[in-house]
């Protein structure tokens, strides 16, 4: 199984701050996936990638394939953030391993 | 607008008794999956269907049924088995059942005992 590991657990941040949310997991894969649940319990699919860095508005998902490390940055954070950001990675051919996520709060 | 639906919001279960979550989508995606996700836990895989009139277990299979009869439904029946149903299910879906294609997810349902 592709254990995978979230960290921090829980994270408070102000306003305007950086954030950095990592993950890392034990076997080597295909592409791996970012995850936002809001606090109403929906998810959204934030990122899928495979290699290098994606950008999408102030969010921005890296990957390193040979640490097997992926990083969620989040730059000038605002309280509309808070959520729990989840990182997913294949555990076979068709089902992903989710991390238990990292819980973030944006105070004004 | 193409998504995932997801009903009820909120499911109270008596002992003894089973109950069915409701899971529909309009996306044309060929795989459906149920998730259960408990307090601290990441989520965990319980069934999951690539093709319709097809399904496989997932990692915690036990105390659930599925079926496949259409292509937009994928409903989850937890039956009296399942000694511990209350968690949050969350339902998704894929163009197809690889685990390099994004997924799409409902709302979920929050199942409680009474």
């Known amino acids: 199984k592709n254990e995978v590991e979230q960290s921090p657990q829980n994270l408070t941040a102000q306003e305007g701050e950086f954030i950095t949310i990592n993950c890392s997991y034990s076997v080597g894969i295909s592409a791996l996936h970012w995850l936002q649940q809001h606090p109403g319990g929906g998810i959204v699919s934030l990122f899928m990638?495979?290699?290098g860095k994606k950008k999408h508005g102030r969010l921005i998902a890296t990957i390193n394939i040979q640490e097997k490390h992926s990083s969620l940055h989040i730059t000038a954070s605002h309280p509309r953030d808070s959520a729990v950001y989840i990182c997913a990675v294949p555990d076979s051919g068709y089902a992903l391993n989710f991390g238990k996520g990292t819980s973030l709060l944006v105070t004004p | 607008d193409g998504g995932i639906t997801q009903s009820p919001k909120y499911l109270f279960r008596k002992e003894g008794q089973n109950v069915t979550l409701s899971c529909e989508q309009n996306?044309?995606?060929?795989?459906m999956y149920w998730y259960r996700q408990d307090p601290g836990q990441g989520l965990r895989l319980i069934y999951y269907?690539?093709?319709?009139?097809?399904?496989q277990k997932g990692d915690i299979a036990e105390g659930y049924s599925v079926s496949r009869e259409k292509k937009e439904s994928f409903p989850l029946t937890v039956t009296s088995a399942q000694k511990n149903p209350t968690a949050f299910y969350l339902c998704?879906?894929?163009?197809?059942?690889?685990?390099?294609?994004?997924?799409?997810f409902g709302d979920g349902t929050r199942l409680s005992i009474l």
């Open positions: 269907s690539q093709i319709v009139n097809d399904f």
């Open positions: 996306l044309n995606h060929d795989a």
């Open positions: 998704a879906s894929s163009i197809y059942s690889y685990s390099n294609q994004p997924q799409h």
């Open positions: 990638l495979s290699s």
